[in-house]
């Protein structure tokens, strides 16, 4: 069964680092997305992506964060300059389309620790 | 505010028994609502879609009510088995507003299943 894919699984790096978090989607899916859950919280959205360009993107999502599909099967979040609070799971998503019913799917996750 | 939220953040069963958790949400434009199993070290998986048009959905062993006067989920899990221990959430997406894309989730509810 098709799945997406993320890695690393952990990723440690100290604050103000630039970190690269990589997902590759279900190979015929066009819509992809990135989500943060902080320890004990909920899942929260960042972005939607699609045709090379950002969809939708949360308050989280600020200047310190890009997406980018480099190529036919990786899309990648950088985070510039991390800061204590980035430390969180962070899941690639994606959908074939981006209608209302369209069911997303999830990897399994990045953990990204800051120190 | 949160728009999604749990009822319980952890309940017990005794395996065979049937599982019930719910979930209410606040935004009456939301138009669909997926429930999503999570493991402990993994990506939320995809279990059971409901649209704002229907009351129930049955899947394989599982069943989803929408109670929309209420603003009220539920998921009902039956014979309940030890693999179905995990974190269970809920998330809704809104239809207008231009947020057509993202996902927004509850708390959580952890379910433990013992034998």
């Known amino acids: 069964e098709p799945e997406v894919t993320q890695t690393p699984s952990h990723q440690v790096t100290q604050m103000g680092q630039e970190v690269i978090l990589r997902c590759v989607p279900i190979s015929n899916h066009l819509y992809f997305y990135w989500y943060r859950q902080i320890l004990g919280q909920k899942v929260e959205f960042l972005v939607s992506f699609y045709n090379n360009e950002i969809s939708e993107k949360s308050e989280i999502f600020d200047d310190q964060f890009s997406v980018e599909r480099p190529d036919g099967s990786n899309f990648t979040l950088k985070i510039r300059s991390t800061k204590l609070e980035d430390s969180a799971m962070y899941f690639c998503?994606?959908?074939?389309?981006?209608?209302?019913?369209?069911?997303?799917?999830f990897g399994p996750g990045t953990r990204l620790l800051v120190l | 505010g949160e728009s999604v939220g749990l009822h319980l953040p952890t309940l017990s069963v005794q395996e065979g028994d049937n599982s019930i958790i719910n979930c209410a949400y606040s935004?009456?434009?939301?138009?669909?609502f997926i429930w999503y199993k999570q493991e402990s070290g993994k990506g939320p998986q995809f279990i059971i879609d409901i649209r704002s048009n229907m009351d129930k959905r049955q899947g394989q062993r599982v069943t989803v009510l929408l109670n929309k006067t209420v603003k009220h989920l539920s998921l009902q899990i039956a014979a309940t088995q030890p693999g179905d221990s995990a974190v269970y959430f809920c998330a809704e997406k809104l239809s207008s507003g231009g947020s057509n894309y993202k996902l927004t989730f509850g708390k959580g509810t952890l379910l433990t299943v013992n034998p």
């Open positions: 998503a994606s959908s074939a389309l981006p209608q209302l019913l369209e069911t997303q799917y």
């Open positions: 935004n009456s434009a939301s138009d669909y």
